[in-house]
């Protein structure tokens, strides 16, 4: 397996280039430490101390993600978010914040985040959290990661991200088919809602059991509609995939 100097399975861009992300904070100190986490990673890091390099810096780099401090000197994340947005539409945003107010986090993904942490955090989170962006977004592969799955008649093909079923073609959002490669990778083996947590959202677990709930019934409605159940639940226990017997 090809792992990071950390250990962790190393990503790459789809195409076995190194993943590119720009982090913008006006702490030079924060900036620096934050980018030798994600150059641990193997990744091509930029660093912004304001808005305006910021998006200079995105026209040249052209990242796949972005660490996005809301606080800045000449303007706030959020403006920052919409004009990076008209550099790279897809890119992902973690935004860094020192304030929990709800309506904080609120405004930070009605503008178009996708993500954020709460100062003070640690970096393995904020790495964390922006492998699980990055891969639910369809913008890095893991190195070892052969190009289909099968388990029974449902057939997953992770470089051309297509799901079948009994050769039918099977429409998901990025979050449901991270959840999907999870759920195959990991065939008649029951997971608990802690491990799928931490290994398609990055999140500890606490209290968020009701998202794995809501995605298991999303994805229940299109793998399982009309036909044998493969997805299971074990009461008490989380959720297994199995292959429809005969």
Same mark, same amino acid.
């Given at each position: 397996m090809n792992t990071t100097r950390s250990g962790r399975p190393a990503l790459t861009r789809p195409d076995g280039t190194p993943l590119r992300v720009l982090v913008v904070d006006d702490d030079p100190d924060l900036a620096e430490v934050l980018s030798g986490a994600l150059r641990y990673e193997g990744w091509?890091?930029?660093? !912004? /101390?304001?808005?305006?390099?910021?998006?200079?810096?995105? +026209?040249?780099?052209?990242? =796949?993600? $972005?660490?996005?401090d809301v606080m800045l000197p000449d303007t706030d994340g959020f403006a920052v978010l919409r004009s990076l947005h008209s550099v790279k539409a897809d890119v992902c945003v973690l935004f860094l914040t020192a304030r929990d107010a709800v309506e904080d986090r609120i405004a930070g993904i009605t503008a178009g985040g996708d993500d954020y942490v709460t100062k003070p955090f640690s970096l393995e989170e904020v790495v964390a959290r922006l492998r699980g962006l990055l891969r639910? !977004? /369809?913008?890095?592969?893991?190195?070892?990661?052969?190009? +289909?799955?099968?388990?029974? =008649?449902? $057939?997953?093909?992770?470089?051309?991200?297509?799901?079948?079923?009994?050769?039918?073609?099977?429409?998901?959002?990025?979050t449901e088919f991270e959840l999907l490669r999870f759920l195959m990778r990991n065939p008649r083996r029951v997971l608990s809602k802690a491990q799928i947590l931490d290994r398609v959202w990055s999140y500890d677990f606490g209290g968020r059991a009701h998202v794995v709930e809501l995605y298991i019934s999303y994805l229940r409605k299109k793998v399982d509609v009309g036909r044998e159940p493969m997805i299971h639940t074990v009461r008490g226990a989380g959720y297994v995939l199995k292959p429809v017997t005969s």
């Open positions: 091509q890091v930029r660093t !912004a /101390g304001d808005g305006a390099s910021a998006v200079t810096a995105a +026209r040249e780099l052209m990242p =796949d993600a $972005v660490v996005l639910r !977004a /369809g913008m890095a592969r893991q190195l070892d990661e052969g190009p +289909r799955l099968i388990v029974g =008649d449902l $057939v997953m093909d992770e470089e051309a991200r297509e799901v079948t079923r009994a050769g039918e073609l099977i429409e998901l959002s990025p």
